[in-house]
Nanobody
């Protein structure tokens, strides 16, 4: 089992920026594709972004393209999500996930964190 812990979520005004972090346990972090998903109250969990094991390939949901950037530091077992130009509709619990393929579907990912709350006020 791999443990994933997200941090960095907070209340921020619309138009502001925030950086989320996800730290993984273990010595095999650099073999995993990492992804970010989010879930707003009353909504299904949706894909946000993903990054390949070496950081060379990234993928973004249409709703965040141009505003969010995913990155990773394998030496620190950490993946980041830089969020700029935040909108109220970005309000959600943000989860990180680890798996073997880069995909926008949630089911193929093997490990999940507990989430961090992001609230964007208008």
């Amino acid at each position: 089992q791999v443990q994933l812990v997200e941090s960095g979520g907070r209340l921020v005004q619309a138009g502001g920026s925030l950086r989320l972090s996800c730290v993984a346990s273990g010595r095999t972090f650099d073999i995993y594709t990492m992804a970010w998903f989010r879930q707003a109250p009353g909504s299904e969990r949706e894909f946000v972004s993903a990054i390949g094991s070496s950081g060379g390939i990234t993928k973004y949901a249409d709703s965040v393209t141009g505003r969010f950037t995913v990155s990773r530091d394998n030496a620190k077992n950490t993946v980041y999500l830089q969020m700029n130009s935040l909108k109220p509709e970005d309000t959600a619990v943000y989860y990180c996930a680890a798996g073997g393929i880069l995909t926008a579907r949630s089911s193929p990912y093997w490990y999940w964190g507990q989430g961090t709350q992001v609230t964007v006020s208008s």
